[in-house]
């Protein structure tokens, strides 16, 4: 199993930013998927998480981060507005899925995409 992360970049202050993963492999099923970010020195932390029916932002992106899926692709996206320098970061995909291979569901990362949010 395999996600990747493809949208980051460098935009200036006020811009927008669109992030997409994909997960790919043997995949049973994907019950969540969720973005999370980590600046430099910092712990990573949740952004946003979406499963069936249900959508959760961290406070500091409500309002401008809206995040959706795309069940048939299982893929998951963020729409990034109004970005500011704090939201610079590396933005990482994270799935809660059921390999076919696997006994359980389990977590899934991305490596990664870096957004540069400049003033």
């Known amino acids: 199993v395999q996600l990747v992360e493809s949208g980051g970049g460098l935009v200036q202050s006020g811009g927008s930013l669109r992030l997409s993963c994909t997960a790919s492999g043997t995949i049973y099923s994907i019950s969540a998927m969720a973005w999370y970010r980590q600046a430099p020195g910092e712990q990573r932390e949740l952004v946003a998480r979406i499963t069936t029916g249900d959508t959760t932002y961290a406070d500091s992106v409500k309002g401008r981060f809206t995040i959706s899926r795309d069940y048939a692709k299982n893929a998951v996206y963020l729409e990034m507005n109004r970005l500011n320098p704090e939201d610079t970061a590396v933005y990482y995909c994270?799935?809660?899925?059921?390999?076919?291979?696997?006994?359980?569901?389990?977590?899934?990362w991305g490596r990664g995409t870096q957004v540069t949010v400049s003033s």
């Open positions: 994270h799935a809660v899925l059921f390999d076919r291979h696997a006994i359980a569901p389990g977590p899934y």
